[in-house]
């Protein structure tokens, strides 16, 4: 592991994000943060990044997330370091770490303390800092100047399950780019408060079947369209919600305390069922990524849910296929 990265590094370098990690401590050291997961999946040719990756001797018989991760550096030149998430986020990151490494990009880590403490979460924050090359001063402002933002996506969710004026498209889409705010925090929020007055002014959304979206965010790049079309519409997108960090902290290390996505399951179930109860959720759709661990969560979450729940499994990235098609269908109608 290098510390002092940013030294090696001049100010707006771009640096590449295997998940959502302490962003502010990036930001705060002058670096641009990218996403590899949204730079992957937004690409034309994230079908072709996979076979490459495949090519290239990665197995078949791991999660094309990280397949794609892996091709879309070589695409990419100018990120010319990665930080990696080796605990709290996909078993595949480590290996995926070392066979960049040996590609001569720059690697650090930063880790999610399991189980969860919050003295060893402020100690890798500590360590995440000097890696970086910035100081908690730096940070906290960086986290204050992000706050303002994180409370606009949360005005966004509630307009798509308050009032419908959000689609869940949109809603997923916004969310999920506040892992790295597209890697310019104000250019961000300027668009998100032009979208936020424009939405504001629409009408009201029918009612429809409610849906809530649970598991890690589909790799299908056509489900919220598809389930609109059968009368359904998503209110709850777990995941993405959860990378906008909604708590509303003002500690650093208590806002990634409660971050539920790379902890254990239960702080996770008692966060849907939360957004059961608020949002009025009339069914789940829990989404599974083939040869991920966390297809192994799918019993508890059936167990512990009081809703009923679709187990919906995706592969590589492209539209939704016949099977998907007609299962999301079933389930539409056995709720309506």
Same mark, same amino acid.
């Given at each position: 592991?290098?510390? +002092?990265?940013?030294?090696d590094l001049p100010p707006g370098s771009r640096v590449g994000l295997t998940t959502t990690i302490p962003v502010e401590v990036v930001l705060a050291a002058g670096l641009v943060p990218v996403?590899?997961?949204?730079?992957?999946?937004?690409?034309?040719h994230a079908l072709e990044w996979v076979a490459e990756a495949e090519a290239e001797g990665l197995p078949r018989t791991i999660c094309a997330w990280i397949k794609g991760i892996y091709a879309a550096l070589g695409h990419h030149p100018e990120i010319c370091a990665v930080i990696a998430a080796c605990q +709290?986020?996909?078993?595949y990151t480590q290996a995926l770490g070392e066979l960049l490494a040996s590609r001569g990009v720059a690697v650090l880590h930063f880790n999610y303390p399991y189980p969860r403490q919050r003295a060893r979460l402020a100690r890798e924050l500590a360590e995440f800092m000097a890696q970086v090359g910035t100081e908690p001063g730096a940070v906290a402002a960086m986290q204050a100047k992000l706050a303002p933002i994180r409370q606009a996506l949360a005005e966004l969710d509630r307009l798509t399950w308050e009032t419908g004026q959000v689609s869940g498209r949109e809603n997923f889409l916004w969310l999920i780019a506040s892992s790295d705010f597209e890697g310019?925090?104000?250019a961000f929020a300027a668009r998100l408060t032009a979208f936020l007055q424009a939405a504001a002014a629409r009408p009201p959304s029918p009612e429809g079947v409610r849906l809530g979206l649970i598991g890690i965010p589909p790799i299908f790049t056509d489900l919220w369209e598809h389930l609109e079309e059968l009368g359904a519409r998503v209110v709850f997108n777990e995941?993405?919600?959860q990378f906008s960090l909604p708590g509303g902290h003002a500690d650093l290390t208590e806002q990634y305390y409660h971050y539920t996505y790379p902890y254990d399951i239960t702080l996770r179930l008692r966060d849907i069922a939360r957004a059961v109860t608020q949002r009025r959720l009339q069914g789940l759709i829990h989404y599974t990524?083939?040869?991920c661990f966390r297809q192994m969560y799918d019993r508890?979450?059936?167990e512990k849910l009081r809703v009923p729940l679709l187990t919906l499994e995706g592969d590589r990235p492209g539209p939704l296929d016949s099977r998907s098609r007609m299962r999301l269908e079933a389930f539409v109608d056995v709720l309506r």
């Open positions: 592991m290098r510390r +002092g990265l940013s030294h996403d590899l997961n949204n730079l992957f999946i937004a690409s034309p +709290g986020d996909c078993s310019h925090p104000d995941i993405p919600r990524q083939s040869f508890l979450l059936r």
